[in-house]
């Protein structure tokens, strides 16, 4: 039903300054402060299984920013809310019944809110938002009740006291919604899409919507697929649908006597998580190439230079086979089999990561990364930025053949050579500039750098002397010495006994 608005020349200039023209007081809506709605802060539309929120913008008087509004309906205890920031001026809001023909000859009957407004002296009116089909919202609401709440009936005040509000919910929204903002503009929703498989049952859930759970989980709260069933309690976690993510917790009693009782989710649940990470493996080499294209136009990469480094995860157990394996333990795990994981970073972004045996040779994944950067990454020449634990002869001859440069570290220990170098570095120090971590420090750290003469041709040589280096080798030195002290002192002591 329309609402007519009073003229702008009814009232006094006085008047029009206090009220807005937009908001006369006979149609204000029922005071309902902020203070009694705990909704969710953000655009599009949200659903849970017991209370749906609806979100959208308008614009605010002449001006380009928007107002945030937000309708609230409760689908256990049947109640309206409605609800605006402090201080924003809304329109007068009515609803509106449609109709329109269906099929099989039958009529349906659609309910919207409308928000009427002044526009050069004339009343118009804006959809703010379409409810669905009134006979189905019949089942879930009052739809007599949200007309006097939207029209601001005094009656209504009799009908809805503030006692009757209650709070449905309060969860964590803004985390989601800047993850989700961020996944849809670095493009990884629309390429994950583009990876589901065409026989994919109907009504599962997306693989993109699933692996953003995954991912910012790992943003807001790290922890494992076990441990991500809290996060969903206390954030609002939906897919690109409104469908929140609820956690599936076990019987307290079924639990207990099961074979696993620390496992507190229920297994279809956790498979569903395991289920999303296989999957997002298969597609590894596309995501990680159609991200890079969506980073190089975004921030305009120069792909100068290209740094690698490895780390090793171990495990409690036997690990997959044929990928874990023991080798050189950096968690100090040497018992545990392990494997390698590689990152690859160009100008501070990450575009590729690499998992190989844990038995495997830093040196020798050096070929496997070189060859993937040109070939599926289509870069042609580089300068490969790696540490000592990458250096062999043939890498750097192979990165040379190339037309790689390179900047890689040298180990000193058993070259003759390196110690040659260090020995003339007899010139004067240029001191680098220290980090943020550094800088924070009582005593920075100072690193020291000059340059030699090279014995070869093309390459330049640098000696560097870096105080954090000197308290580390230092310090592994005493360890190692102490390794050898310990079993030296008992024997003496044995020997002493006897």
């Keep these: 039903m329309p609402i007519k608005l009073p003229p702008d020349d009814a009232r006094t200039k006085n ?8 908001r006369p007081e006979s149609v204000q809506p029922a005071p309902i ?4 709605v705990f909704l969710f802060r953000g655009e ?13 913008r308008r614009p605010r008087k002449r001006s380009d920013k928007f107002g945030l509004f937000l309708l609230g309906i409760s689908l256990a205890n ?7 920031r402090q201080g924003q001026d809304l329109g007068v809001l009515c609803s509106c019944i449609v109709r329109a023909p269906g099929g099989n000859g039958a009529t349906y009957e659609y309910m919207r809110v409308v928000e009427a407004y002044r526009h050069k002296g004339k009343t118009k009116h804006r959809t703010i938002i379409n409810l669905g089909r009134k006979d189905l919202l019949a089942e879930h609401l009052d739809l007599e009740k949200l007309t006097r709440l939207l029209h601001g009936d005094p009656s209504s ?20 919604l800047v993850a989700r903002t961020l996944w849809s503009e670095l493009g990884l929703e629309a390429t994950l899409d583009s990876c589901v498989i065409s026989n994919r049952r109907k009504n599962t859930v997306p693989l993109s919507d699933r692996a953003l759970v995954l991912v910012a989980n790992r943003l807001v709260a790290p922890g494992s697929e076990h441990g991500l069933a809290r996060w ?8 690109r649908r409104g469908r929140r993510w609820l956690p599936a917790w076990r019987e307290e009693a079924e639990r207990k006597a099961s074979k696993t009782p620390r496992v507190q989710v229920e297994l279809a649940q956790l498979k569903q998580w395991y289920r999303t990470l296989d999957e997002l493996v298969s597609h590894k080499d596309h995501v990680e190439r159609a991200l890079h294209v969506t980073l190089r136009n975004l921030f305009s990469l120069q792909v100068d230079m290209v740094l690698y480094d490895l780390t090793s995860t171990y495990f409690e157990g036997d690990g997959p086979p044929g990928l874990s394996a023991h080798g050189h333990s950096r968690d100090e795990k040497p018992r545990n089999k392990q494997v390698l994981v ?4 160009v100008d501070g972004w990450p575009i590729a990561h690499h998992v190989f045996e844990g038995n495997k040779r830093d040196a020798m994944t050096v070929p496997d990364v070189v060859k993937d950067l040109e070939q599926r990454f289509g870069i042609k020449r580089f300068v490969f930025v790696g540490d000592r634990g990458m250096v062999t002869g043939k890498n750097l001859d192979s990165l040379r053949n190339g037309g790689h440069g390179y900047i890689v570290g040298r180990n000193r220990r058993r070259s003759g050579e390196v110690f040659d170098y260090i020995q003339s570095a007899t010139g004067p120090w240029i001191e680098c500039p220290v980090g943020i971590t550094a800088r924070e420090r009582s005593t920075p750290p100072k690193t020291l750098v000059q340059e030699v003469a090279s014995n070869k041709p093309g390459v330049r040589v640098f000696v560097v002397h870096s105080d954090d280096r000197l308290e580390y080798e230092r310090a592994q030195r005493i360890k190692a010495m102490e390794r050898v002290r310990c079993p030296a002192r008992k024997a003496a002591t044995a020997r002493c006994q006897r």
């Design 232 to 239: 969903l309690e206390t954030d609002f976690v939906c897919d």
């Design 78 to 84: 049947r109640r309206v809310l409605l609800a605006s």
């Design 157 to 176: 005040d009799a009908a809805l006291q503030p006692e009757d509000i209650d709070t449905v919910g309060a969860w964590d929204w803004g985390p989601l």
């Design 44 to 56: 599009g539309r949200l659903k849970s299984v017991d209370f749906t929120a609806f979100c959208f």
């Design 15 to 22: 008047e029009r300054r206090k009220k807005s023209p937009s």
């Design 33 to 36: 402060t902020e203070a009694h």
């Design 342 to 345: 590689g990152v690859v970073m």
